[in-house]
């Protein structure tokens, strides 16, 4: 099971990374998209990460429910189980987000982006509290 929670723990944090990042890199993008004109290398950059974190996500959730699985889902993964499901719907949005950027929509503005970036680090924190608290 060593190896399931060592998987899991990675492909979180890999995950993790694009959940935090591309919001803000969408700010950077809009920014430049509006000076050229074009797409540019920061899209293209902002797209991958979002595509390949895609693929984390999933083992990560898979792996998850396996140790939860082993655990004999006791209450605290339910919780955790629920924050994990409204990052995934925030990361989902992002790829909204994404894929508007890539058709040169960028209609949200730099502090909706940023209160949006916000709200993911505020679940992950609740995500951590559940996982080290496991209050009940």
């Known amino acids: 099971m060593a190896w399931v929670k060592i998987i899991h723990i990675l492909c979180v944090m890999g995950w993790m990374t694009s959940i935090f990042a591309v919001p803000r890199a969408i700010i950077y993008w ?14 293209d950059l902002t797209y991958r990460l979002y595509r390949f974190s895609f693929g984390l996500g999933v083992i990560a959730i898979l ?46 503005s730099d502090m909706y982006l940023r209160i949006f970036n916000e709200i993911s680090v505020v679940g992950t924190i609740a995500v951590l509290w559940v996982v080290v608290v496991q209050p009940f």
């Open 30 to 43: 809009k920014r430049d998209f509006q000076k050229t004109g074009e797409q540019g290398p920061l899209g």
């Open 63 to 108: 792996t998850g429910l396996w140790y939860a699985h082993w655990l004999g889902w006791p209450a605290w993964v339910h919780l955790k189980l629920t924050l994990v499901v409204l990052l995934a719907l925030h990361y989902l949005w992002t790829g909204r987000l994404v894929k508007r950027a890539q058709q040169g929509i960028f209609t949200e």
